[in-house]
């Protein structure tokens, strides 16, 4: 059975840094595009950042960028997000997701970690 496994989340204060991790088992994690969605208290989950398999690009919604950077080890099966200059309203429950994707984020999901929680303080 397919596992991702996020880490990293917790509390900082605004304008602080964290560093997301998220391995995968039991995954062949080369051939998958990967990426990070979240989803803040009483809205719907939406996309953050993707990488291609490759590692060679990377694509992310307008509201993180300059401030987030998804990378990638194939080696280690592991896909990271690191995330400063944090905001309040980056506030959520953050996700890690296996798939492809398709023009520029991750439409394609096939199998998805459980989450974990970042709140940022203001």
């Known amino acids: 059975q397919v596992q991702l496994v996020e880490s990293g989340g917790g509390l900082v204060q605004a304008g602080g840094s964290l560093r997301l991790s998220c391995a995968a088992s039991r995954l062949t994690f080369s051939i998958f595009d990967m990426g990070w969605f979240r989803q803040a208290p009483g809205k719907e989950r939406e996309f953050v950042a993707a990488?291609?398999?490759?590692?060679?690009?990377?694509y992310s919604t307008d509201s993180v960028k300059g401030r987030f950077t998804i990378s990638r080890d194939n080696a280690k099966n592991t896909v990271y997000l690191q995330m400063n200059s944090l905001k309040p309203e980056d506030t959520a429950v953050y996700y890690c997701?296996?798939?492809?994707?398709?023009?520029?984020?991750?439409?394609?999901?096939?199998?998805w970690g459980k989450g974990t929680l970042v709140t940022v303080s203001s």
């Open positions: 990488i291609r398999s490759s590692g060679d690009t990377t």
């Open positions: 997701a296996a798939g492809r994707i398709r023009a520029t984020e991750l439409s394609d999901v096939y199998y």
